[in-house]
């Protein structure tokens, strides 16, 4: 690839930027409609949970799988054919007849946006070759991951309190358009010098561990955890990702390269992500159920009640990014571990009349703790690979992230649906105190891991793979 200017890769940066926001916005921005959803297509709790969950699980289990082809075939084209897919479900979404077709539909905008996510970190880690220019790219590619999920639920309110839950849909479509055509005309086309061979067995076992796993804990409420089926499906995952493990250890080149996670720093990076994202997934699906059904309030109320915790995100993920430049992982990560903690722990003291000065506080404190932890897992999953793999590298941080959001929606989901009999609104505070305990228990993996993986030992561990690993 001939080397570009400067406004050339800022702006191939701004376009690879836009797609993120598209499919990280995606993955927040349905949560204030779910009410209206149930009221239209007759959902229960555990049907809200996979409008959500069929979105984030598939895009989790393909996005290593869209890395490593579109190192290999190409990455603008991929790019393309991914974006091109995502508006395609985002249409038919907005036209779903019934809760199953919603949930369909919701899975063909998966398979785009794990087609977009890791390329769009490729394209970006190939464009800029200078490592101190590359770094403040990545930072920013950091900062919109938080600011557009954050956001998502103020957007949606604004959408579905003007236009119904079928405009959070509508609007992907000519922003998509617009991305696919600025693709086309600014964005070059790259490929690896040497991509991973397709991994069909992998492949596989990744999709069923994590597609087994979610289907037990989202359903098992509702069916019984001793049941023959959901025993089964727990038994699935068990196997799936013991049989994963193997595999992967033993072909020349796995979908997973295991060995990176000898390193102290990156596989701590995986598991940080995963524990903050299941603390995003579930507090944003914990305060649309509390916000619109307990207390009453508009999606559009709903959605700027969220603000604060939007408005916190998009000042601190910049700050994180130069943090990390300067200082290192830890004292970010540190930040985000006890805001995680501190503000669970305040939403367990909700009621229905809970004031607006204590929801405000802790949505603060909860929008500066997820602003602070994207950059130290984008850097550090970026930075423990070499750049021809940056689609998978960039595929394992973002597989962790919707892995995570995946869970924390389930889990808290399951809590809920376990706790609640009659309507929604009866029991819920209740119900969501176990839930708002779960939050905050992820949130003291996140700060145990800041202390445990960014000291000496932890370098040591990362010297000794191939690749450097950032702190």
Same mark, same amino acid.
């Given at each position: 690839?001939?080397?570009?200017?400067?406004?050339?890769?800022?702006?191939?940066?701004?376009?690879?930027?836009?797609?993120?926001?598209?499919?990280?916005?995606?993955?927040?921005?349905?949560?204030?409609?779910?009410?209206?959803?149930?009221?239209?297509?007759?959902?229960?709790?555990?049907?809200?949970?996979?409008?959500?969950?069929?979105?984030?699980?598939?895009?989790?289990?393909?996005?290593?799988?869209?890395?490593?082809?579109?190192?290999?075939?190409?990455?603008?084209?991929?790019?393309?054919?991914?974006?091109?897919?995502?508006?395609?479900?985002?249409?038919?979404?907005?036209?779903?007849?019934?809760?199953?077709?919603?949930?369909?539909?919701?899975?063909?905008?998966?398979?785009?946006?794990?087609?977009?996510?890791?390329?769009?970190?490729?394209?970006?880690?190939?464009?800029?070759?200078?490592?101190?220019?590359?770094?403040?790219?990545?930072?920013?590619?950091?900062?919109?991951?938080?600011?557009?999920?954050?956001?998502?639920?103020?957007?949606?309110?604004?959408?579905?309190?003007?236009?119904?839950?079928?405009?959070?849909?509508?609007?992907?479509?000519?922003?998509?358009?617009?991305?696919?055509?600025?693709?086309?005309?600014?964005?070059?086309?790259?490929?690896?010098?040497?991509?991973?061979?397709?991994?069909?067995?992998?492949?596989?076992?990744?999709?069923?561990?994590?597609?087994?796993?979610?289907?037990?804990?989202?359903?098992?409420?509702?069916?019984?955890?001793?049941?023959?089926?959901?025993?089964?499906?727990?038994?699935?995952?068990?196997?799936?990702?013991?049989?994963?493990?193997?595999?992967?250890?033993?072909?020349?080149?796995?979908?997973?390269? *295991?060995?990176?996670?000898?390193? =102290? +720093?990156? %596989? @701590?990076?995986? &598991?940080?992500?995963?524990? #903050?994202?299941?603390? /995003?997934?579930?507090?944003?699906?914990?305060?649309?159920?509390?916000?619109?059904?307990?207390?009453?309030?508009?999606?559009?109320?709903?959605?700027?009640?969220?603000?604060?915790?939007? *408005?916190?995100?998009?000042?601190? =993920? +910049?700050? %994180? @990014?130069?943090? &990390?430049?300067?200082?290192? #992982?830890?004292?970010? /990560?540190?930040?985000?571990?006890?805001?995680?903690?501190?503000?669970?722990?305040?939403?367990?003291?909700?009621?229905?009349?809970?004031?607006?000065?204590?929801?405000?506080?802790?949505?603060?404190?909860?929008?500066?703790?997820?602003?602070?932890?994207?950059?130290?897992?984008?850097?550090?999953?970026?930075?423990?690979?070499?750049?021809?793999?940056?689609?998978?590298?960039?595929?394992?941080?973002?597989?962790?992230?919707?892995?995570?959001?995946?869970?924390?929606?389930?889990?808290?989901?399951?809590?809920?649906?376990?706790?609640?009999?009659?309507?929604?609104?009866?029991?819920?505070?209740?119900?969501?105190?176990?839930?708002?305990?779960?939050?905050?228990?992820?949130?003291?993996?996140?700060?145990?891991?800041?202390?445990?993986?960014?000291?000496?030992?932890?370098?040591?561990?990362?010297?000794?793979?191939?690749?450097?690993?950032?702190?």
């Amino acid at each position: 690839m001939a080397e570009l200017t400067r406004r050339h890769r800022y702006l191939v940066l701004g376009i690879c930027c836009l797609s993120l926001f598209l499919v990280s916005t995606d993955n927040t921005i349905v949560n204030v409609a779910l009410p209206s959803m149930r009221a239209d297509l007759n959902a229960s709790v555990s049907g809200l949970q996979w409008i959500i969950d069929a979105y984030t699980l598939v895009v989790a289990s393909l996005l290593m799988l869209g890395g490593s082809m579109a190192d290999k075939y190409g990455r603008k084209r991929f790019f393309l054919i991914g974006t091109g897919t995502f508006v395609l479900g985002s249409l038919l979404c907005s036209v779903a007849p019934s809760l199953g077709w919603l949930v369909a539909f919701r899975m063909l905008q998966a398979v785009g946006g794990s087609m977009m996510n890791p390329v769009a970190m490729s394209i970006i880690t190939n464009t800029f070759t200078d490592p101190k220019e590359r770094a403040g790219a990545i930072g920013m590619w950091g900062a919109v991951v938080g600011i557009s999920m954050s956001a998502g639920p103020a957007l949606g309110g604004v959408l579905v309190t003007g236009a119904g839950w079928q405009s959070i849909f509508w609007i992907n479509v000519p922003v998509g358009i617009f991305a696919l055509a600025m693709t086309l005309k600014f964005v070059p086309e790259s490929k690896a010098e040497h991509a991973r061979k397709f991994d069909p067995v992998g492949q596989f076992l990744i999709f069923a561990f994590l597609a087994s796993l979610v289907f037990t804990i989202i359903e098992g409420p509702a069916k019984g955890w001793g049941s023959p089926l959901i025993v089964l499906t727990g038994a699935v995952a068990v196997g799936s990702l013991v049989g994963l493990l193997v595999v992967e250890s033993r072909i020349e080149e796995p979908l997973i390269q *295991l060995k990176f996670f000898r390193s =102290a +720093p990156f %596989s @701590g990076a995986t &598991v940080i992500a995963v524990c #903050a994202f299941a603390s /995003l997934g579930g507090f944003l699906f914990l305060n649309t159920l509390y916000l619109q059904d307990v207390r009453g309030y508009s999606p559009l109320h709903a959605g700027l009640y969220t603000l604060p915790m939007a *408005l916190m995100t998009l000042i601190f =993920a +910049p700050i %994180s @990014g130069r943090i &990390v430049g300067t200082m290192g #992982a830890r004292v970010p /990560l540190l930040v985000a571990g006890i805001g995680f903690v501190t503000s669970a722990l305040m939403l367990t003291r909700l009621t229905p009349t809970t004031s607006f000065a204590w929801l405000a506080v802790a949505y603060v404190i909860f929008g500066i703790s997820f602003g602070m932890v994207n950059a130290p897992i984008t850097n550090t999953a970026v930075s423990g690979m070499p750049r021809s793999q940056a689609g998978v590298a960039s595929a394992i941080a973002s597989t962790s992230r919707q892995v995570g959001q995946s869970l924390g929606v389930a889990v808290v989901g399951a809590i809920v649906t376990a706790g609640i009999v009659g309507e929604i609104s009866d029991g819920f505070t209740a119900a969501a105190v176990p839930a708002w305990f779960v939050i905050a228990g992820a949130g003291v993996v996140v700060t145990v891991l800041a202390v445990v993986t960014t000291g000496r030992w932890a370098r040591a561990t990362a010297d000794r793979i191939d690749q450097p690993v950032l702190v």
